[in-house]
């Protein structure tokens, strides 16, 4: 079945420092990628997307590329700030929605 | 982006009692919404898929008489949690799919803490 692993947490950076927290998943088909951020005490938000190969989902300065040939969708960022602490959710889903799995989430603590 | 509400945001109750949980897509209509729970630092665990107009499908190990899930219109689903106990306490989160474009729209969570 479908399944998505992420980088253990939680990470830790200063603020401005460049970050990384990788993806990889394992589906058939073509499956669609998604990061989704959760901050403290609240639901999920959609951070970013992308539905097929190559694709580079962006926003808030976030970017994550969809890699089929390394079965990966990292996220990236070049400076955090301290409001980026959170805990990011790595995502897939099959066609039509089906099969729409979590990583196990990643936490981010940016200190000032 | 589409919004979905969830409500309560908190509820603490009694051991025993039954908890309600609303789910509405408030500009969207939702054929599927989602019903997860979220234990402490760990990742969300979908419990049942809600269909509107139809009984709800659960998850392998999700009590499907302690979980009452009800999908009565294209915007509202509800999540009653019957005789609760405290190790019912947890953070519930609801999502709604739009179109067939895989992507999920997720409420803002109910924490409930059971005494």
């Known amino acids: 079945g479908n399944s998505v692993t992420q980088m253990e947490g939680p990470v830790t950076l200063s603020e401005e420092a460049f970050l990384t927290i990788n993806c990889t998943y394992t589906?058939?088909?073509?499956?669609?990628l998604f990061w989704y951020v959760q901050y403290p005490g609240e639901g999920l938000q959609l951070l970013l997307k992308?539905?097929?190969?190559?694709d580079k989902g962006s926003n808030k300065g976030f970017e994550a590329t969809y890699r089929k040939e390394t079965t990966s969708f990292h996220l990236e960022k070049g400076s955090v700030q301290v409001s980026d602490s959170a805990v990011y959710f790595c995502?897939?889903?099959?066609?039509?929605?089906?099969?729409?799995?979590f990583g196990p989430g990643t936490r981010l603590s940016v200190l000032p | 982006g589409a919004v979905v509400s969830q409500h309560p945001s908190r509820v603490i109750c009694k051991s025993g009692t039954s908890v309600k949980i609303e789910c509405r897509s408030l500009?969207?209509?939702?054929?599927?919404m989602f019903w997860y729970r979220q234990f402490p630092k760990q990742s969300l665990m979908l419990m049942a898929t809600?269909?509107?107009?139809?009984?709800?499908?659960?998850e392998q190990g999700v009590e499907k008489d302690k979980f009452l899930i009800n999908h009565a219109s294209l915007t509202l689903s509800t999540l009653t949690v019957t005789s609760a106990h405290p190790e019912d306490s947890s953070f519930y989160i609801c999502?709604?799919?739009?179109?067939?474009?895989?992507?999920?729209?997720f409420g803002e969570g109910s924490r409930l803490t059971v005494l």
């Open positions: 999502s709604a799919r739009t179109g067939r474009a895989g992507e999920l729209f």
């Open positions: 589906a058939t088909g073509y499956p669609s």
């Open positions: 992308a539905t097929k190969a190559d």
């Open positions: 995502a897939l889903s099959g066609l039509g929605g089906q099969n729409f799995v």
């Open positions: 500009d969207f209509q939702a054929t599927t």
């Open positions: 809600s269909n509107e107009g139809s009984k709800a499908t659960y």
